[in-house]
């Protein structure tokens, strides 16, 4: 099977330059049949690396020990759930995970639009397989993951079969390890598809802005994906790792932040383009720079330049990720030089107070937050070339930056979809802001009353309050109009108007969802921690909680040994709950991972883990900690998923009940006066 | 052209502070990264800067202390002696021979004060013959023994 699917792979690589090439050819000459063959080898391309996947995964599930990376990854023990996960728990693995799903997007692009936009069509699968070229080059010829075990013997190579395998690491034997790479990895993989519309749009001066229209959703889809998946890895992190928070700022972090960064300018800054014809140049350019943040957030979690000292290992892709990330740069500009007069604004900016200049400096805070997490977490490679020496910069630096464009942020979440496009009036800032802002300042005060005093933690439940506030009263709005039209109650028609116009009130949803986020954020700013040398029976105290351990001991379960504690939580004296967190000890490689307990609660998390034990007196150590309102975060990461997705629904026609309308031709238009009564301006859509 | 100044000074005033916040942060917050053998060469003020040293620890070497751990630390040759003297427990990938990353300041006695210590087995994780590296999270991995 290791042979068949590097067979696959290698035929793979083939299409994929036949598609790639005579994709060229076929932009040059116009050639019907020619377009069609490199269509159809740009779906083999696809279908080819589904059957390595599929081969590799076949490996892990027979147990093939005679397979190197099956050896590395995997052992006899390891349930079927985590083989599956095994798939990219490894360099090789992960690479050709990364060429599955972007195969899973390509040939959805190509199977939905093969019939539609025939001018643009061959350019876009030239980009899309030139970027799948070069990562089939990594999967043939750098990091197979076909490769056999062997030892060089004096007669030439030899193969052997190992008896098994060294096991997954344990750190990535967790249910949200599964399902957190392949989020981010579709987020990653998935920005190469408005990328490859931008690029194909720009070389074939494709008329208008109809490509911003027919990636928006691919770019919805992909950033849905990335927020998750950087999500479900700060909640692994938090849950599975033990030190009490759930993010870093560590480089494989910021990684996955930064194209997160670009994405959600890009959102935002094409409803511009859509709306005003104006940074058509921004656009083209943030999309682009999107794309490279993805390559070089696979590169960076890859090879570890970053995170490493010399004496941990590093890898070998890391020339060919240098090479191609310049290549594009190179391609993207030629581009741009040859057709910059394409892209040339239709419109100026007319005032600060503007829904225009709210894009702006969204995108502007966006921007420099990404700078400036990206140039954090280079710092080192860029200090050792000039200077020679390797200097890091730690989590005070991204947070003194990121905090404040934070609040910034957050606070054009409120204003932002409010303000008119061109200019706002004083009375319309009166009519929106007014209510908004005495919650706001309401909530201080009450906040205030309650005893948080910090700067950071204030300004931020009260843009909270506020933002929280605005979207509210949008929603209410709107819903009274449709209503007073309809006789439905306030909740259905609420309903009806989000199912109306999706994209607007869906991205409300998202808004609301990072305002629950940065409600969890700010909580941060109370954290408390007690570490404590135990004994059975004795007690520790932390907030209004009492931790009594009851037992500890020690237990030999199939894969690994584990050291448990049974912990009775007290609550102002009166019982609460057991906790029971553990230790495991992972026979086959020497690893061991943490089981945080962890209870939950809107208002704060008791995280107690089981630290060690005392090197002198063999006492266990209960290090636990008191993170106020984490749930919120995870509450707001679900809000935002399900809002993006609302946004991707369709929009519903407005249904007339005006009795006897018999004539259907007038029922959109009619439906358009209604929905334009609805929105009172030009949308937010 | 009003317009345009208000929005410069918009951006600038953004940008700026920004930077200035950066710098505070850079200042900080930043830690040298250092071999052992590089370490005896350092001068002056150069040796108060917070830093990190790589090394593998020597096997025998780990002394647990009331208060701290001693260990001693080689690399390229040189050796150099540690004491830990952070809070939390150390990892328990910390072993005779296992690769460690110390963050601390040499002291004055020529023992470099360690409070965060991360550590990586060498032994059995690497894969055998044509195998790469450990972990899908390299730094996920250390920072859970930080």
């Known amino acids: 099977m290791d042979v068949f699917g590097s067979f696959a792979l290698l035929l793979a690589f083939v299409c994929g330059v036949y598609a790639f090439v005579g994709g060229i050819a076929a932009i040059r000459t116009r050639h019907p049949l020619l377009i069609k063959s490199t269509r159809q080898a740009g779906m083999a391309t696809c279908v080819l690396i589904f059957i390595a996947t599929v081969s590799l995964e076949y490996l892990f ?56 936009n025939g001018e643009l069509m061959p350019y876009v699968g030239v980009v899309l397989a030139g970027v799948q070229v070069f990562f089939l080059t990594l999967n043939n010829f750098v990091a197979s993951p076909f490769k056999s075990l062997g030892v060089e013997t004096a007669t030439g190579f030899s193969l052997f079969t190992r008896a098994d395998g060294n096991g997954l690491n344990p750190l990535l034997q967790y249910p949200e390890m599964v399902i957190h790479p392949p989020n981010l990895y579709s987020g990653y993989t998935g920005f190469t598809i408005p990328f490859a519309f931008a690029l194909a749009a720009l070389l074939a001066r494709y008329p208008g802005e109809k490509w911003i229209h027919l990636t928006r959703k691919w770019t919805m889809i992909a950033w849905c994906f990335q927020t998750l998946g950087i999500l479900l890895g700060a909640h692994w992190a938090y849950a599975v790792l033990g030190w009490g928070g759930y993010w870093a700022w560590d480089p494989v972090e910021n990684a996955s932040l930064l194209p997160w960064l670009t994405g959600t300018a890009f959102l935002h800054s094409v409803m511009m383009q859509e709306k005003r014809g104006m940074m058509k ?29 010399h004496a941990f290992a590093q890898s070998s892709i890391g020339p060919w990720f240098i090479g191609f990330i310049l290549f594009v740069l190179l391609v993207c500009f030629g581009a741009y030089v040859k057709n910059r007069d394409y892209l040339r604004s239709e419109n100026q900016l007319d005032s600060m107070v503007s829904r225009e200049s709210s894009f702006l400096f969204n995108n502007l805070i966006l921007l420099v937050s990404c700078i400036a997490v990206l140039s954090g977490t280079l710092f080192p490679v860029f200090s050792e070339w000039f200077s020679g020496s390797r200097i890091s910069v730690g989590t005070p630096f991204f947070n003194k930056v990121n905090l404040p464009l934070g609040l910034l942020l957050l606070f054009l979440t409120g204003v932002g979809p409010l303000l008119a496009w061109r200019k706002t009036s004083a009375d319309s800032l009166k009519r929106n802001f007014g209510w908004p802002l005495l919650v706001g300042l309401i909530s201080g005060a009450i906040i205030f009353a309650l005893g948080i005093r910090g700067f950071y933690p204030l300004v931020c439940f009260i843009l909270c309050a506020f933002v929280a506030a605005t979207i509210t009263m949008e929603f209410y709005r709107g819903a009274k109009v449709i209503k007073a039209r309809t006789n439905m109650n306030l909740l259905a028609a609420a309903q009806e108007l989000t199912l109306r116009n999706t994209r607007r009130y869906g991205g409300y949803i998202v808004h609301m969802g990072m305002v ?69 000890f992972f026979n086959t490689n020497e690893q061991s991972g943490t089981m945080v307990a962890i209870y939950s609660t809107l208002q704060e998390d008791l995280y107690v883990v089981y630290a060690g034990q005392n090197p002198e007196t063999n006492a266990p150590v209960i290090h636990a900690y008191l993170n106020p309102l ?56 | 052209m009003q317009k345009k100044a208000k929005f410069g000074v918009g951006i600038g005033v953004i940008v700026v502070s920004m930077a200035v916040l950066a710098w505070l942060g850079y200042s900080d917050s930043k830690t040298y990264y250092h071999t052992i053998a590089e370490l005896s060469t350092l001068q002056g003020s150069a040796r108060n800067h917070r830093m990190r040293v790589g090394g593998t620890v020597e096997p025998g070497s780990i002394r647990r202390l009331s208060g701290r751990v001693d260990f001693v630390l080689e690399g390229e040759g040189k050796t150099l002696p540690v004491s830990y003297v952070g809070s939390d427990p150390l990892p328990d990938t910390f072993i005779d021979k296992s690769q460690a990353l110390v963050e601390g300041k040499p002291g004055s006695d020529g023992r470099f004060v360690a409070e965060h210590v991360q550590a990586k087995c060498a032994s059995k994780y690497e894969a055998a013959p044509g195998g790469d590296k450990p972990s899908a999270s390299p730094s996920a991995v250390q920072r859970s023994e930080m």
Not at chain 1, 544 to 568: F, G, H, P, W
Not at chain 1, 640 to 659: C, E, H, Q, S
Request: aromatic content about 12%; some cysteine.
């Open chain 1, 630 to 685: 984490v749930k919120w975060i995870w509450l707001g990461g679900v809000v935002v998923v399900l809002g993006t997705i609302l946004a991707l629904v369709p929009n519903r026609r407005a249904v007339l009940v005006l009795a006897g309308a018999q004539q259907p031709a007038a029922a959109p238009s009619v439906a358009q006066a209604l929905q334009s009564a609805v929105t009172h301006r030009e949308g937010h859509d």
């Open chain 1, 281 to 309: 140049v921004w656009n083209v350019w943030l999309v682009f720079t999107t794309f490279l943040l993805c390559i070089l957030g696979t590169f960076l979690t890859r090879s570890g330049v970053v995170s490493s000292v």
């Open chain 1, 61 to 116: 599930f027979t147990d093939s020990f005679s397979s190197a990376y099956v050896v590395s990854h995997s052992n006899r023990d390891l349930s079927s759930f985590y083989k599956i996960a095994a798939l990219w728990s490894g360099q090789e693995g992960s690479l050709l995970f990364w060429s599955f799903l972007l195969a899973v997007y390509v040939i959805s692009v190509l199977l939905v639009y093969r019939n539609k």
């Open chain 1, 516 to 584: 629950l986020i940065f409600v969890g954020l700010a909580g941060a700013a109370f954290n408390r921690d007690v570490q404590k040398d135990m004994q059975q029976g004795s007690t520790m105290q932390i907030g209004s909680y009492n931790l009594v351990l009851q037992s500890y001991d020690s237990k030999a379960e199939r894969n690994y040994t584990s050291q448990r504690m049974i912990v009775e939580v007290m609550k102002n004296n009166k019982p609460l709950m057991m906790l029971y967190p553990e230790r495991r």
